[in-house]
């Protein structure tokens, strides 16, 4: 046996074994064999992940304002104590006023269509891999979240739920490139299939029969069809439009009316009454 | 394979929490740098293959943790951007301001090219359309490096201090 070579096989072991179980543990999870393991240890890292975003979010406010702190130091040295404490209060009163504007909204959008039964859940991650769009919010299997819930926010759609725990789940936002869902525009009543995955975050609706005049500034809402989301959510609104008559249907660049990356507090449709698809299962009685 | 190995775990598990609840809060011209990835190469460039190969490892599936892409794709493409530096720094004249900072880039673009590769080919939905915001990341990585690299290199060197034989 060659002594010398002995480090270098090591260390080919060591690659495959590596490749190999990330490889396997990789498949296992896209066949869904892995959930029950996830749940177990995802679940207890969903407390320090709840607990640190809200921290991080804090800071990331005061961080982000340095413009009022600014202006606001000017004033302190041009007015008195008693201006100064005034200053500090206005600020207690606009943050409370941003609460107040966001659970008005969250209000508004429950009583719009108070028939839905809806679950709140605040956002606590987001995931950052490349080209995969998901967030994490912070109620899971034990408040009745289950995989599929369309998850929406009080400007529009949001996403749906991929994979639960007991008290957290992963939502599939509706900008990631695996994401699919049957829409309506508002004016023309066109109907087609809204996909993520476009530049800077927009959606793609495809399959818009060639018959519609698609205007720029229609507002795309969900169709209901295929009764996986609710009817009449809206998901944007169209700021493109390509048309070709070689082609055999028409396509449309939707901007997204929600903003992402300042999702807070998101709505969990845990109950919807679907658009009735029995008359395509049921055989004609004549 | 020293102890280092062990403090893997719960560092790269922190990480991945600053990475997932932590970082998206403060993007850095809309796209929230790689810092597991960052800390691997570094601890690769310092301490050669076989102990960047299990932090790559560790590190991929402590991120994947909070995604949902598949499990162990991100240990995947975090292993092959190691192998890849870790031969070319076999090769190549080691330097501690100029090569860390390519390292950096040239181990991003891997990480990219393979974690998109593997998630398209399990059937997950990708689009290399957005090559923008990756250029953006490879950039962005890059320009964290150095930081990343002293940081770890001046903790390492404080704790550990080097023998001076005389």
Redesign the interface.
């Known amino acids: 046996m060659n002594l010398n070579k002995t480090p270098q096989r090591i260390r080919v072991i060591v690659i495959v074994v590596l490749v190999g179980t990330a490889v396997l543990l990789s498949i296992l999870d896209s066949t869904g064999n892995l959930n029950s393991l996830f749940s177990f240890v995802r679940d207890p890292m969903t407390i320090v992940l709840g607990w640190t975003s809200g921290r991080a979010e804090t800071v990331s406010g005061a961080l982000s304002g340095p413009r009022d702190l600014q202006s606001a130091q000017e004033q302190i040295a041009l007015l008195q104590n008693q201006v100064d404490s005034l200053e500090r209060e206005n600020e207690e009163l606009r943050e409370i006023q941003g609460e107040y504007q966001l659970l008005l909204d969250l209000f508004n959008r429950v009583r719009q269509s108070p028939e839905y039964t809806r679950q709140t859940a605040s956002v606590i991650g987001r995931d950052t891999s490349p080209s995969i769009r998901s967030i994490i919010i912070d109620k899971g299997s034990d408040d009745g979240v289950r995989v599929g819930m369309p998850i929406e926010s009080a400007r529009g759609l949001v996403g749906r739920v991929f994979r639960t725990t007991p008290h957290s789940a992963q939502v599939a936002l509706i900008t990631d490139n695996a994401s699919a869902v049957p829409s309506r525009l508002g004016n023309s009543r066109a109907t087609g299939l809204l996909r993520g995955g476009g530049l800077g975050g927009s959606l793609t609706m495809d399959w818009i029969d060639l018959k519609y005049q698609v205007e720029v500034g229609e507002v795309a809402l969900t169709s209901g069809l295929g009764g996986e989301f609710p009817q009449d959510i809206v998901i944007g609104r169209i700021s493109e439009v390509s048309r070709s008559e070689a082609e055999l249907s028409q396509q449309a660049i939707v901007q997204p009316a929600v903003d992402f990356d300042s999702l807070e507090v998101v709505f969990v449709i845990t109950d919807f009454q679907p658009i009735d698809i029995d008359i395509f299962s049921d055989p004609p009685s004549n | 394979m020293k102890s280092s190995v062990y403090i893997a775990l719960p560092l790269f598990?922190l990480l991945a929490?600053?990475?997932?609840?932590?970082?998206?809060?403060?993007?850095i011209f809309g796209i929230?740098a790689?810092v597991p990835l960052l800390v691997i190469i570094s601890w690769t460039l310092l301490h050669g293959?076989?102990e960047g190969?299990?932090w790559?490892?560790v590190a991929?599936?402590s991120?994947d943790?909070?995604?949902?892409?598949?499990?162990?794709?991100?240990?995947?493409a975090y292993?092959t951007a190691v192998?890849v530096i870790a031969s070319l720094n076999n090769f190549l004249p080691s330097g501690r301001f100029f090569l860390p900072v390519v390292y950096a880039a040239l181990g991003t673009f891997i990480y990219?090219l393979v974690?998109?590769s593997?998630?398209r080919l399990?059937?997950?939905?990708?689009?290399f359309?957005?090559i923008?915001?990756?250029v953006t990341?490879v950039l962005l990585n890059a320009g964290l490096m150095l930081p990343i690299y002293w940081l770890i290199y001046g903790i390492e060197h404080s704790i550990r201090p080097r023998r001076v034989e005389v």
């Open positions: 598990l929490v600053v990475q997932t609840a932590v970082l998206p809060y403060f993007p929230v790689q293959l076989e190969l299990v790559a490892f991929g599936l991120v943790l909070f995604s949902i892409g598949p499990f162990g794709a991100t240990a995947l292993i192998l990219l974690y998109l593997f998630v399990l059937g997950y939905g990708t689009a359309g957005t923008s915001n990756l990341l």
